[in-house]
């Protein structure tokens, strides 16, 4: 079965430096990934997806996200982080029948 | 323009009632679908439907009923709610079911006491 875990409930940063917010899946054939933000008391955000083709992939916000086959792997990046950029982040992997799996959230702060 | 739509934002009710989740997506997308949110956050699929066609049925109590009266909308109704049906439900369309990118609705908020 597809699954995808998010090994932090919580990511704590401070404003201009870089985050991380990891992702690792398990899948059998090749992934299609994806990460959503979600801001308080909104419905979830569109943030990236991988298919195929180049494994670091550039989403909305500034955000890009590195695809790793190898340690199976699609942490989320940025290089300078916003206050702006708090909110609950879900990592997502869609399987055959077109359902989408999300991990467990993580939350992040970023403090000024 | 809101492109996903859900009413009521907000409910609250008694266990046993009956109550029902509208939504309504005007990006003229053929998939429409429905997610639990729990109270700690963990999000997962209930239904599905693709033009009107329901094509993804999770483990979900019957009490739970899916409608797609046309394509642009997909209404939950619950039967005989239950304290463990309190959860945020949200939305959310796609422009067909092979489409990667699923567009969410703000979410409805119900709380059973």
């Known amino acids: 079965a597809q699954s995808v875990a998010q090994p932090e409930d919580q990511v704590n940063v401070a404003e201009g430096n870089p985050l991380t917010v990891k992702c690792t899946y398990s899948?059998?054939?090749?992934?299609?990934l994806f990460w959503y933000v979600q801001y308080p008391n909104r419905g979830l955000q569109f943030l990236l997806k991988?298919?195929?083709?180049?494994?670091l992939v550039k989403g909305s916000y500034g955000f890009e996200a590195e695809f790793n086959k190898s340690q199976t792997s699609f942490h989320l990046k940025k290089p300078s982080a916003l206050v702006s950029d708090s909110a609950l982040y879900f990592c997502?992997?869609?399987?055959?029948?077109?359902?989408?799996?999300f991990g467990q959230g993580t939350e992040l702060s970023v403090k000024p | 323009d809101t492109a996903v739509s859900q009413t009521p934002k907000y409910l609250v009710t008694q266990m046993g009632n009956d109550k029902s989740i509208k939504c309504e997506q005007n990006?003229?997308?053929?998939?429409m679908y429905w997610y639990k949110q729990d109270s700690k956050k963990f999000l997962k699929i209930m239904f599905s439907?693709?033009?009107?066609?329901?094509?993804i049925n999770e483990t979900v109590p019957n009490r739970f009923s899916p409608k797609s009266p046309d394509k642009a909308h997909l209404n939950l109704h619950i039967n005989s709610l239950e304290l463990g049906d309190s959860a945020v439900y949200f939305c959310?369309?796609?422009?067909?079911?092979?489409?990667?990118?699923?567009?969410f609705g703000p979410g409805t908020r119900l709380t059973v006491t």
């Open positions: 439907y693709n033009n009107k066609e329901l094509i």
């Open positions: 959310a369309s796609s422009q067909d079911r092979r489409s990667y990118e699923q567009y």
């Open positions: 991988y298919i195929t083709g180049d494994n």
């Open positions: 997502a992997v869609r399987d055959w029948g077109g359902k989408l799996i």
């Open positions: 990006l003229g997308h053929d998939t």
């Open positions: 899948v059998s054939g090749n992934p299609y």
